[in-house]
């Protein structure tokens, strides 16, 4: 990305001076990219194709804010694993319930790695159908772990539920080696980094190589065979840390426990729970207004102008033209009080696999005269 000056003024940009690596770049409100390096004063490479052209206009960089807080004074106390089971009530709920009323994105569960907390979690999940939870497996878990939980937690609808296999040895302050679940390096590189480096998309998977570890010594287990890669991951949905000689460990896959096509892929669970509370947020100027065709009509616009713009960025399907990928095929007033708007859209699907065949072609060199 190369820009000679500011457009719209006589200003020459030093890129050196202003940007830096891991700065999202915008044009207006529209996401270009993430900056991978700033190779001179007027020069800057993106981390991908920017998702919108730049014409005209000022491109701007966002501006995040760090802050920090020490607690003091604290008590754990006693804690038991039931004391994270959901008790529901009004006034005093417990555990899960305790986040009832709550706009939560993901829960996970750090201080307890056990079949009984996962169904737990998994119950007040499906409960609230919003939020997503990560748990992970126990230490030395295998794959007779892994078919194990599957027998538990797998279902045919959707399911909110995401679990990796997997522990960190990480280095301490004092530079010894403890180990860890691997799901505080999953939440912080694929969940926050990954999808921060493309501009904070909802659509993007948390895995693959961006979300390689960056302070992670090694994994239990430290490397598995593809067959047993794959039997976990598609036979018994849990997913996997992968490592890449030269490069180091990420994470290899992105399930739920679901085992249906349409909502195996977690960033495919999240991105719909995004858009339930975005839908939600954006209609809420018709709540107590009259319900005229005007109003229906302001509606269907504002849904068009959300899925036009996730479309534009990649988030639907961008193999069939947007009116294919975002559909109304149903608009129905009931009890004149009472508006049901239907809409079908194609969400975008991670990439799971490669195949690439390599065959002979030595026949080419045989000429007949």
Same mark, same amino acid.
């Given at each position: 990305?190369?820009?000679?000056?500011?457009?719209?003024?006589?200003?020459?940009?030093?890129?050196?001076?202003?940007?830096?690596?891991?700065?999202?770049?915008?044009?207006?409100?529209?996401?270009?990219?993430?900056?991978?390096?700033?190779?001179?004063?007027?020069?800057?490479?993106?981390? /991908? &194709?920017?998702?919108? %052209?730049?014409?005209? *206009? #000022?491109?701007?960089?966002?501006?995040? $804010?760090?802050?920090?807080?020490? !607690?003091?004074?604290?008590?754990?106390?006693?804690?038991?694993?039931?004391?994270?089971?959901?008790?529901?009530?009004?006034? /005093? &709920?417990?555990?899960? %319930?305790?986040?009832? *009323? #709550?706009?939560?994105?993901?829960?996970? $569960?750090?201080?307890?790695?056990? !079949?009984?907390?996962?169904?737990?979690?998994?119950?007040?999940?499906?409960?609230?159908?919003?939020?997503?939870?990560?748990? /992970?497996?126990?230490?030395? %878990?295998?794959?007779?772990?892994?078919?194990?939980?599957?027998?538990?937690?797998?279902?045919?609808?959707?399911?909110?539920?995401?679990?990796?296999?997997?522990?960190?040895?990480?280095?301490?302050?004092?530079?010894?080696?403890?180990?860890?679940?691997?799901?505080?390096?999953?939440?912080?590189?694929?969940?926050?980094?990954?999808?921060?480096?493309?501009?904070?998309?909802?659509?993007?998977?948390?895995?693959?190589?961006?979300?390689?570890?960056?302070?992670?010594?090694?994994?239990?287990?430290?490397?598995?065979?593809?067959?047993?890669?794959?039997?976990?991951?598609?036979?018994?949905?849990?997913?996997?840390?992968?490592?890449?000689?030269?490069?180091?460990?990420?994470?290899?896959?992105?399930?739920?426990?679901?085992?249906?096509?349409?909502?195996?892929?977690?960033?495919?669970?999240?991105?719909?729970?995004?858009?339930?509370?975005?839908?939600?947020?954006?209609?809420?100027?018709?709540?107590?207004?009259?319900?005229?065709?005007?109003?229906?009509?302001?509606?269907?616009?504002?849904?068009?102008?959300?899925?036009?713009?996730?479309?534009?960025?990649?988030?639907?399907?961008?193999?069939?033209?947007?009116?294919?990928?975002?559909?109304?095929?149903?608009?129905?007033?009931?009890?004149?009080?009472?508006?049901?708007?239907?809409?079908?859209?194609?969400?975008?699907?991670?990439?799971?696999?490669?195949?690439?065949?390599?065959?002979?072609?030595?026949?080419?060199?045989?000429?007949?005269?």
């Amino acid at each position: 990305m190369d820009y000679a000056y500011t457009v719209g003024s006589n200003i020459v940009p030093n890129f050196t001076e202003e940007i830096e690596a891991g700065n999202v770049l915008y044009s207006g409100t529209d996401v270009l990219g993430t900056v991978v390096s700033v190779e001179g004063a007027n020069s800057l490479t993106l981390a /991908n &194709p920017a998702f919108v %052209a730049v014409t005209s *206009g #000022t491109v701007s960089k966002r501006v995040d $804010s760090i802050y920090t807080a020490t !607690l003091a004074g604290g008590d754990d106390g006693s804690i038991s694993e039931s004391d994270f089971y959901s008790v529901y009530d009004s006034v /005093n &709920p417990k555990g899960f %319930a305790c986040f009832d *009323g #709550t706009d939560i994105q993901i829960l996970a $569960s750090t201080e307890y790695h056990s !079949l009984s907390l996962a169904t737990q979690l998994n119950a007040y999940l499906n409960y609230r159908q919003d939020a997503i939870g990560v748990v /992970n497996l126990p230490l030395n %878990a295998d794959e007779g772990t892994a078919e194990l939980w599957s027998y538990t937690l797998q279902t045919t609808d959707v399911s909110f539920l995401a679990a990796y296999m997997g522990w960190a040895r990480v280095y301490d302050d004092n530079g010894y080696q403890t180990v860890i679940p691997v799901i505080g390096p999953v939440l912080g590189a694929a969940y926050l980094r990954t999808p921060y480096q493309y501009g904070d998309l909802i659509h993007i998977p948390p895995g693959g190589l961006d979300s390689m570890f960056t302070s992670v010594a090694s994994v239990i287990p430290e490397k598995l065979s593809q067959s047993a890669i794959n039997k976990i991951v598609k036979t018994h949905t849990c997913n996997v840390i992968r490592y890449l000689e030269g490069y180091g460990y990420y994470v290899g896959s992105s399930r739920s426990y679901s085992l249906n096509n349409l909502y195996q892929s977690i960033h495919i669970r999240l991105q719909t729970s995004y858009y339930k509370r975005l839908i939600d947020a954006r209609l809420k100027f018709w709540e107590q207004k009259p319900n005229t065709p005007e109003n229906v009509n302001a509606a269907l616009a504002k849904l068009y102008n959300l899925f036009s713009k996730e479309y534009n960025v990649g988030a639907l399907e961008r193999s069939i033209p947007f009116e294919q990928a975002y559909q109304v095929v149903k608009v129905e007033v009931t009890d004149r009080k009472f508006v049901s708007i239907k809409v079908l859209w194609v969400p975008t699907e991670c990439t799971e696999g490669i195949l690439v065949s390599l065959e002979r072609n030595d026949g080419i060199l045989n000429i007949t005269e």
